[in-house]
């Protein structure tokens, strides 16, 4: 049998119980489909304005929102801390079970529309105010700012070597260090992204399905998702492992990057 990995046991027993015939009935979401985010151990994490929603099984089921507070942003550490904010920041250490606020230091708003993490220095995060543009810190309190090019975007994540990404009404922007940035006119439209944090292969969802790009986003590959996709997210232990939603709410796994969706 092939070795599943990223996952988590979750999802081992329930493809088990498909083949036994006993498997839990798939969910669809619902809410407001802000966030998503694959952790190290195979949970996933759904955000909305009521909180986060956790999935131990791939995605197929999730437990009820845990009122930690409007998760618009989640975004993750390789140490496995995961950052959840808007009019609230705060951390979770234990895959989304709990959560500590953090408070927002010197930002100067609380209106937080994306967050990422440097892959390749964790206690490097940042942060996207809306009509404020995008902020700094290494030490989550002490925010310098970098640039007001952001100031309409909704989303913002990052890859290796530094590539930082957002998303705002007109379309996909990319930066090298979070000062200078550049659009990507030919980019599909996009509501939400992700990036693996070693290829730094990034994915986009958009009204007209979801898209994969390993050269930061000059040229795009469409993945044969059923739907137009509101979310996506990519597991850090294995680049092949997708979870996207729907328009529909559906929920959407895949093994092998994109090419067949479950």
């Known amino acids: 049998m092939r070795r599943m990995v990223g996952w988590g046991v979750g999802a081992a027993l329930v493809l088990a119980l498909v ?45 009820a929102p845990d009122g930690a507070g409007d998760a618009m942003a989640l975004t993750r550490t390789r140490d496995g801390t995961v950052l959840a904010g808007h009019e609230v920041l705060k951390v979770s250490r234990d895959d989304g079970r709990t959560w500590t606020d953090l408070g927002f230091g010197n930002l100067p708003g609380r209106d937080l529309h994306g967050f990422a993490v440097d892959p390749g220095r964790p206690e490097v995060w940042y942060a996207n105010v ?48 979070g000062v200078t940035w550049t659009r990507r006119p030919d980019a599909p439209r996009g509501v939400h992204l992700d990036v693996h944090p070693d290829s730094g292969v990034l994915f986009l969802a958009g009204p007209d399905g979801a898209f994969r790009s390993t050269n930061q986003g000059r040229t795009w590959t469409s993945l044969a998702l059923p739907e137009g996709a509101r979310l ?9 492992q997708l979870i996207a939603v729907g328009l529909s709410g559906a929920v959407y796994r895949s093994a092998n990057g994109g090419g067949r969706w479950q």
């Open 19 to 63: 083949g036994c015939g006993r498997a839990p009935k798939a969910q669809t979401l619902s809410g407001d489909f802000h966030a998503l985010q694959v952790l190290g151990s195979g949970t996933v994490l759904y955000g909305e304005h009521a909180g986060v929603r956790r999935s131990v099984d791939g995605g197929r089921t999730w437990a």
């Open 130 to 177: 809306m009509g404020r543009g995008v902020f700094r810190t290494a030490d989550g309190q002490d925010w310098t700012h970098l640039s007001d090019a952001t100031a309409g975007a909704s989303v913002l994540a990052a890859g290796p070597q530094l590539a930082l990404y957002a998303l705002d009404a007109q379309g996909l922007l990319v930066s090298p260090d």
């Open 232 to 240: 996506i997210a990519v597991s850090p232990q294995n680049g092949d």
